[in-house]
Nanobody
């Protein structure tokens, strides 16, 4: 069983950048996907990006493509979400999650292991 811990959230102004980290521990045989998701108050959880730990494949949601980039450092068991040109509407709790073989890469219901989340607040 893998455990996930997010870090790197904080408060920034519009146009700023943040890099979130998701560090895995436990059973880290790397044969799983890690996705980044966010949930704003009163809204559904939204899939942002996903990466396969042992392959080059990544997928980024069209809504954030060009501003958000997912990457990983397998030596550190860490997946990153680089967020640029942040907007107030990016304000949310950000989560990472893991799944062996999600049928839909950005569907939260297809991921079964979640971190506790890290808050991102973007001010105007």
């Amino acid at each position: 069983q893998v455990q996930l811990v997010e870090s790197g959230g904080g408060s920034v102004q519009t146009g700023g950048s943040l890099t979130l980290s998701c560090t895995a521990s436990g059973n880290t045989d790397l044969r799983f996907y890690v996705g980044w998701f966010r949930q704003a108050p009163g809204k559904e959880r939204e899939g942002l990006a996903t990466i396969y730990r042992t392959g080059p494949g990544t997928f980024v949601a069209p809504s954030v493509e060009g501003r958000f980039t997912i990457s990983q450092d397998n030596a550190k068991n860490t997946v990153y979400l680089q967020m640029n040109s942040l907007k107030p509407e990016d304000t949310a709790m950000y989560y990472c999650a893991a799944a062996r073989s999600p049928r839909y890469y950005l569907a939260p219901s297809h991921y079964n292991t979640w971190g506790q989340g890290t808050q991102v607040t973007v001010s105007a």
